[in-house]
T-cell receptor
Framework: ETGVTQSPTHLIKTRGQQVTLRCSSQ?????VSWYQQALGQGPQFIFQ???????GRGNFPPRFSGLQFPNYSSELNVNALELDDSALYLCASSTLERGYNEQFFGPGTRLTVL | EDKVVQSPLSLVVHEGDTVTLNCSYE??????LLWYKQEKKAPTFLFMLTSSGIEKKSGRLSSILDKKELFSILNITATQTGDSAVYLC??????????????FGRGTQLTVWP
């Protein structure tokens, strides 16, 4: 186990609703990255937070937003949910200040949008 | 556009067989290549490769990187049913360009029959 936790494990929402997913990073890590993994695909980078600031963003619309807290835990918020947002949402923690970026993943949140 | 391509997409073998999984990448300012094993949800870190030609080994798993030809392979010898999983390859661009973002391939679904 990596020590990265995510909640909730499963979530069912309807189109147009809003959702908040949570991630607690591994002890000693100051960076959290969020990924979306659709069925049968590899994870796609949403954004990364480093020391409470957004530190890079993938090709996702502004209705995907996030936060990082002083304890380095993080939230992913998605507004105006669409059917295509159904996926496994993974967070990964790391520390950018160490030589290389080994990212350790949490168990994910399975989001279903009906 | 940066991309990672894995092959084959799926592979079925019997226990005891040896398998080779392939990963080719095109990433601007390449920094490292990572392999993960994904059984149910959380991808589990296997290897990080940064230097060409150096083999990383852990038990029955090994991996090598060819930075000239832009590919990596993951070998699993004497496969066991517990090796059944999706194996993900990801490349990391150099920090300062896209700041620790990982680009993932679609993965190889490995099934090991007893």
């Amino acid at each position: 186990e990596t020590g990265v936790t995510q909640s909730p494990t499963h979530l069912i929402k309807t189109r147009g609703q809003q959702v908040t997913l949570r991630c607690s990073s591994q002890s000693g890590h100051n960076t959290v990255s969020w990924y979306q993994q659709a069925l049968g695909q590899g994870p796609q980078f949403i954004f990364q937070y480093y020391r409470e600031e957004e530190n890079g963003r993938g090709n996702f619309p502004p209705r995907f937003s996030g936060l990082q807290f002083p304890n380095y835990s993080s939230e992913l918020n998605v507004n105006a949910l669409e059917l295509d947002d159904s996926a496994l949402y993974l967070c990964a923690s790391s520390t950018l200040e160490r030589g290389y970026n080994e990212q350790f993943f949490g168990p994910g949140t399975r989001l279903t949008v009906l | 556009e940066d991309k990672v391509v894995q092959s084959p997409l799926s592979l079925v073998v019997h226990e005891g067989d040896t398998v080779t999984l392939n990963c080719s990448y095109e990433v601007t300012n390449f920094r490292s290549l990572l392999w993960y094993k994904q059984e149910k949800k959380a991808p589990t870190f296997l290897f990080m490769l940064t230097s060409s030609g150096i083999e990383k080994k852990s038990g029955r798993l090994s991996s090598i990187l060819d930075k000239k030809e832009l590919f990596s392979i993951l070998n699993i010898t004497a496969t066991q049913t517990g090796d059944s999983a999706v194996y993900l390859c990801a490349s990391e661009p150099h920090r300062g360009s896209t700041l620790g973002r990982l680009y993932f391939g679609r993965g190889t679904q490995l099934t090991v029959w007893p």
